[in-house]
């Protein structure tokens, strides 16, 4: 089965793409766009807690979540940190010249750059890619059987 191998780097930017070989000279490129829709201030979900009132009981661990929460949205509103698309392109080599498919998958609203503590913040791109991978090569094989039968 193909992969991605490679992990994006620890500080990625938008554009940066990995690159794996499939068969008979298709190979793939996953690139990070950018992702204009996601604003982590928008989210009202469990774990995003910023006010420690009324609950005393637990208000030294509201406390530290409240301060990590304020952390990650400093470093959003400091530009340190992006939501981001991956978009996984299907490429043939031919003698003459690499051929684009097309653009053959995508998911978005994914961290990129999340101040995480982690070595690789970036590294489940990676594996988002790969997960998309299989149904991205099946709708390429589809793509390029049909410009055969044209």
Known sequence: MTIFARN????ACMGDSITTQA???????????????????EFDAPGWVFDTAGD????AAVAVTVAENRRILDAWDRDEWHYCGIVI???VTTPLADFR??????LWGLE??????????????REQ???MLEEAHTR?????AAIRAA
Not at 25 to 40: E, I, K, M, R, W
Not at 56 to 59: L, M
Not at 112 to 125: T, V
Request: aromatic residues 10%; negative net charge; glycine residues 6%.
């Open 56 to 59: 005393a009981e637990h208000s």
């Open 23 to 41: 068969e008979q000279g298709l190979y793939f490129v996953a690139t990070l766009q950018p992702d204009a829709d996601s604003d982590p201030h």
């Open 140 to 144: 390429a094989l589809e793509l390029l």
């Open 89 to 91: 392109t299907a490429w």
């Open 129 to 131: 890619a790969n997960e």
């Open 8 to 11: 994006f780097d620890a500080f």
């Open 112 to 125: 990129l750059n999340f101040p995480n503590g982690e070595s690789n913040p970036n590294a489940h791109l």
């Open 101 to 106: 498919l097309g653009d053959v998958g995508s």
